[in-house]
């Protein structure tokens, strides 16, 4: 009886207090994205749940503008001047809750939250990734040959027998070969490209906590609490995660012992974050130093295979629908043949298809498409020079809503790599302004050169000889799906591969 009078009660007492608080808001001229966000997070919560993100957002700036609301205190942020020039600055911190509930682990570099601890870090880590290191690395020449080598020999084999490939696995397989070489050393890198069983374990565990990561991104605490308990959280395969953890420890364990007499021509990763560890803290007990060094080392090693996976057979996916860019990547290629002084990495710049190609690959198949949410300072901030900002409002970008917008980008959603190579120098710089595939700012992600540099060479050594072709047979949706990480829908990417004849179009890569 009580029941029927006070949650009525309640009720209003809860609307009476949204509205008043909403009507007092600094962020009530900001268009809505549905009537209920100025006073609930539901909406935000279901289009997530229900994969919608990235349409929602790429319409709803379409409709609104470049700011819209989307929950009392959440923001979507879609333009470059005046929007995530100022968010994605360092005054800006991450937003704890979400990146908090992204991840098991916490204390690396992704996932810290305060731009001081951030910095210190940053500093510790970058100078490996740097675009000189990148391109003069005798260990990355080591390990991309090695890897290519496989890679010839795959193909060889895939063109004489006629057989579809799945191209996503490969992809993975090739990236998570070299960024192990990069990070442990040749002698330590994987060689899954021979045998996979290593990467499905990997690729085991990315699903389980991809799937982890949606549920609690989309669910509001208790209910992701609760949801763990009835089954919503997918507990990642106990064998996989174990024997994954062993080869770590063992690599890592050896790392550390070859450390004090390796060379610093055949240095690795792990080499340089130790030093750095070292000379950053002098004190640090070893089993932290290790234990450190391990968390980063997963997640490089994550964004290489998953991030770099997807975009690398997009690329091939893409070329095969377009066969005259292909033909165009080819004779470009060609000139590769011409004597010179220079390293494949150095001669890399000058490829300007190769690069059109991959980069419009990175804005229509963005890996990563956000949110990445941020905080607004205590002292507010103003957006698209009209709207004031309160602090503590939870601001974020998309990358495919900035990709998608047709203002930089004219019919956005074509893959279109014309557009790089036809566009005069100012709308050029204007467009990369917008691509954001490995967001911006102050916490840009640091594995750009590299993914570049790796990306490149391996599509060379593929599109050098040999042709790829789509598989008539395979109809399985090949569009990303809409979550965090974003694989295609049907887990992999079927392409066949043909040996080129003409000798003139043959390139030795
Ligand atoms: C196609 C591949 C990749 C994509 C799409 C990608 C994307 C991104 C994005 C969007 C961020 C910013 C995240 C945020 O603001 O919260 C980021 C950060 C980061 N990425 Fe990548 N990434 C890729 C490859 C890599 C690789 C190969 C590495 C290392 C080997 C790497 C290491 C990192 C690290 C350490 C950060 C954190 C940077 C910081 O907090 O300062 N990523 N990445
Ligand atoms: C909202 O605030 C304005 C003044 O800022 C006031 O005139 C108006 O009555 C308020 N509306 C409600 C529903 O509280
Ligand atoms: C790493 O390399 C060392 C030295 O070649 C070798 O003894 C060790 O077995 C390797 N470990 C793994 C897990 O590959
Ligand atoms: C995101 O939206 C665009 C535009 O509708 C679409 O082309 C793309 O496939 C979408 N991606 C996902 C993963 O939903």
Known sequence: ML????????????????????????????????????????????????????????????????????????????????????IYSAKFDKD???YHALVDQTGFMVTMI?????????????????????TNSGTIDNILSRV????????????????????????????LDVVTGFLFGSENATDTLLDPSFENDLTTLTQATTKNLHVRTSLEWPMSYFASWIGGNVRPDPVARSRWEEWLTQVITNSYRSHPTKPS??????????DNFKAADPEMSLNDMASFIA????????????????????????????????????????????????????????LRVLDAV?????????????????????SGCRLVGKFDVPGGTVVSSSAWALHFNPDPFPVPDEWRPQRWLEADEKTEVEMRKWIWTFGS???????????????????????????TLLDEEFTESVEQEDVFSSSPLAGRIQLKFRRLTQPDTMVVA
Not at 127 to 133: I, T
Not at 366 to 376: S, T
Request: aromatic share 8%; proline share 6%; glycine share 4%.
């Open 3 to 86: 029941a029927i009078v006070v949650i009525p009660a309640l009720l209003i007492l809860w609307i009476i207090t949204s509205i008043r608080r909403h009507n007092k808001s600094g962020l009530k001229d900001i268009p809505n994205a549905h009537f209920s966000v100025p006073y609930s997070r539901l909406w935000l919560l279901s289009i997530r749940w229900r994969k919608k993100e990235n349409r929602s957002r790429i319409y709803l700036h379409r409709r609104l503008g470049p700011v819209v609301r989307l929950a009392p205190r959440e923001l979507s942020v879609n333009c470059v001047e005046d929007g995530i020039r100022t």
């Open 96 to 98: 704890a809750d979400f």
């Open 114 to 134: 305060g731009n001081d601890e951030h910095r210190r870090r940053r500093r510790m880590l970058a100078h490996p990734y740097s675009n000189s290191y990148i």
């Open 148 to 175: 290519k080598h496989r890679l010839q020999e795959g193909m060889a084999q895939w063109a004489s027998t006629g057989a579809s490939v799945d191209v996503y696995m490969q992809a993975k397989c090739s990236m």
């Open 265 to 274: 021509s055949t240095a690795s990763l792990y080499d340089h974050f130790y």
């Open 295 to 350: 968390v980063e080392c997963d997640d490089h090693l994550s964004a290489s295979h998953i991030g770099l996976g997807i975009l690398l057979s997009y690329t091939m996916y893409e070329l095969s629908r377009a066969p005259h860019w292909q033909h165009a990547l080819r004779k470009e290629l060609g000139t590769l043949n011409e004597p010179s002084e220079l390293s494949l990495a150095h001669r890399l710049p000058n």
């Open 358 to 378: 991959v980069t419009e690959t990175m804005r229509t198949r963005a890996p990563c498409p956000g949110p990445f949410p941020r905080l607004v300072p205590e």
């Open 441 to 467: 700012g102050a916490r840009v992600c640091i594995g750009t050169h590299f993914s570049a540099r790796v990306m490149k060479e391996l599509l060379i050594t593929i599109y050098s000889n040999y042709e």
